[in-house]
């Protein structure tokens, strides 16, 4: 896990074991020819990022690894509510603790997707425990969000819509790459995805869900019990478990 900036490339030296400068005189060099910090994750870099055509001569690969996906809850309604600046002031403070948290435990925020954010553990940095650091991370962006909730509720007048994030994380094979012709797309693909997106849908605010995988992965920092849940495009039901 990654408490400060590193200043090196973390995903160059583990994979190329190159040593490419992020910060400092020696990186000057290197951002003349465009390689500067991931804004996916500050402690990697352009490099990472093509990887798969420029080193791996590939468009995707097969990965091991945890897909988080956290959704802002109450940002419908207070669209038809609140003033644009008070939308705006509520999606700095989600993404940030999105940002901060995702990017201390030394995973990839690949998207922001309206309300929502897509992170991605064991790629570029590969991680062991990447599972757990996934899970961790999730709960540190709840316990951010949950110290500021009520000024920021205040700041932006909600009102009495409820604020909140809803997560949900799954682990396992997952096909990383760039996909589309005309557009290209730097993502993740697959039902780990899929099965994610759906335990973040099925979150209520402030919870967690892990699926069967992740709990197996982190062993007692899960519940040891779970609930089926009938998740959409799956034909059957998902055990889902409280983190």
């Known amino acids: ?52 055509s420029k080193v791996m001569k590939a468009r995707s690969v097969t990965i091991d690894a945890t897909i988080m996906f956290a959704d802002l809850r109450g940002y419908t309604t207070l669209t038809q509510t609140i003033a644009p600046s008070g939308l705006t002031l509520l999606l700095d403070a989600f993404y940030d603790d999105c940002a901060a948290a995702i990017w201390r435990h030394d995973g990839l925020l690949n998207k922001t ?21 996934a899970l961790l991370a999730a709960r540190a962006i709840q316990e951010s969000f949950r110290r500021r909730r009520d000024e920021l509720a205040r700041d932006i007048g909600a009102g009495d819509v409820e604020i909140g994030i809803g997560i949900g994380i799954d682990s396992g094979d997952t096909n990383f790459g760039e996909f589309g012709q005309t557009h290209r797309d730097l993502t993740a693909v697959g039902t780990v995805v899929n099965r994610a997106a759906r335990a973040q849908a099925a979150a209520k605010s402030g919870e967690i869900l892990v699926t069967a995988a992740v709990r197996d992965r982190t062993g007692a920092m899960v519940t040891a019990s779970g609930s089926d849940y009938a998740l959409k495009g799956f034909a059957e039901p998902t055990k889902l478990f409280s983190a």
């Open 113 to 133: 997707i309206g309300d929502a954010v897509l992170a991605i553990f064991n790629f570029p940095v590969k991680q062991q425990d990447h599972a757990a650091q």
């Open 1 to 52: 896990m990654t408490t400060q900036p590193a200043s090196v490339c973390l995903g160059c030296w583990q994979n190329l074991h190159v040593p490419i400068p992020l910060r400092g005189p020696l990186s000057a060099p290197f951002r003349l020819f465009g390689i500067r910090p991931s804004r996916m994750n500050p402690n990697t870099c352009t490099i990472c990022e093509m990887a798969f």
